[in-house]
């Protein structure tokens, strides 16, 4: 009895799960050679750090494609994430910016200048963490990843889902962003933190330091998405699918459905973070307008545009919104918003999967086709979806 | 099994629980005051097969949501084995050892036959577990194991999305194989399906049920005549009758609401 079934299996072992699959490291391939060699080879420092700008929000599109493509979590308040990352990075270069030397006219000197404008005469204790890099560090991922603890937590154990989730987290973004601006003294209010010029002594104002932070920022992002494609690949992954279909079915197969949905949502908040981090030193402020719900929102469209199902297709569709953004605005300013609904309404309509979608049905199976007639007969092919 | 029981009628009495796999006592559930299931009270041996029947409306699917927690009971107790289940979640009643099985075929359409398997393999059950399960073995054998049983060992790396009617609820089966369940629960496990598939689930059936209990939903009379070791007649929300098949074909109440048409 055993033997069949072993030597059956035994069969099954090769290439069962692997990692990613012969595409999927090609595309990996070909996005790092774009991100680390190809744009910073072309482009000039403001162009490549404008770039880099676009691929901070990428971080929040990666997340996105594990909590609404995966989980079918629609948050559209990731910018909650983004900005408490960004913001948590600005505090830490702000304290540096305001040295007692540096801000000597003040009337308490060694404060954040906007706070001496609101009369506070006393670095909050709020702030006192952010006086340690290494602290700061921590707290960049930790608050965001806590504050959504405490929101998923709440919101998934009480089965809040669906519409009602992406309202909730849409009202957190508005009450966020009015909260940041009504407190002043402590936030910076509508201008955000700015005048930032040093990490740990090093000018990131510099070209050099953009040039560095670029690929640190790239190299993170990387990261990022070989840690999502880990999770894509443990059982989690296929949980995380399986509850966005079966919700009911994953529970009564032994399941706490709230945990997981937690944890994808933590999961897209920790990279909404980084990216919002990355997005201050290299952009050298942080501000109220990138935490509200207009953010919040083309961020779903970057992954949305992109594919939600695919983790390159996010990076992919952040980069091409981001240029056509620019471009447009560029030459015609009043058309970008029109242009960008439209967009959002094509890709609902005609492309639901998005870049990676139409890349899946119409240039996968072509490609594959071509590597059939070249390799010689009997040699293995990837392939992708059946024949349809 | 103990005559005694088979003999009298259960209902109303209180017997020592821990003698029974399931002991679903006084249970009530009402929705908006309309009383779905009225005091209704049952036991469940161990290695028994129960089959509960009774007119469309009567409260069979609502008695089997209540014991897996699906739905929450407005009053009375189920014991699975000493352990209260109205008061725990979903997945601690499926860790506890109660599968469900629903009416309509309800698996992963996007997923494999394998992988469908594999999420319901009892391991790896908390996030960290998830994060870290590996594929071993143990796992592997035991799919396949389980998918030759369930009649799936060829279509393993299929979507689950394309198979047939009767392919999916055995893989469902299959499914809640994987989790080795004490009690086995079940809701209309051959409905829509053809009769060479109605008799290869019975053959399933017969072959799953060794060392667990089975509490099964049907209208199929040929078939609960081929599998119950008893039956329970639900109407309007209450046992009508308990016993044999043999007893309860005979009931006139029964005859009456039921069987009669």
Redesign the interface.
Known sequence: MTSPVQTLSKSLTVNDNPFMKPMEWVSLALLAGLILFVLPATLDAFRLNLVGKYLTYAFVALGLVMCWGYAGILSLGQGVFFGLGGYCMAMYLKLEASSVENTKIQSTPGIPDFMDWNQITELPLMWKPFQSLPLTLILVVAVPVFFAFIIGFAMFTRRVGGTYFAIITQAIAAILTILIVGQQGYTGGINGITDLRTLHGWDIRTDSAKFILYFVNGGLLLGCILAAQYVKKAKLGRILLAMRDKEDRVRFSGYSVAGFKVFAFCLAAGFAAIGGAMFTLQVGFMSPSFVGIVPSIEMVIYAAVGGRLSLFGAVWGTLLVNWAKTTFSESFPELWLFGLGALFIAVVLAFPNGLAGIYRSYVEPRLTRKVKALAPAGAPVPHGTPAE | MNAAILSSPIIGESPDAKDFLLSVEALTVSFDGFKAVNDVSFYVDPNEIRVIIGPNGAGKTTVLDLI?G?TKASAGSIKFKGQELTKI???AI??AGV??K?QTP??????TVF?NL???F?R????WG????K?D?EV??RI??VA?MIFL?DQ?KERAEFLSHGQKQWLEIG?LLI?DPELLMLDEPVAGMSVGERIKTAELLNQIIVGRSVLVIEHDMKFVEDIAHRVTVLHQGKVLSEGSMERVKNDPKVIEVYLGH
């Open positions: 897996c699906r979640s979903e997945s499926v860790q599968g469900r629903f309800s698996i992963y359409d996007d997923l992988e594999e999420i319901s009892p790896g059950r908390t996030v998830a994060l870290t399960f594929r073995a592997r054998d396949h194991e030759t060992k393993l499914m989790q």
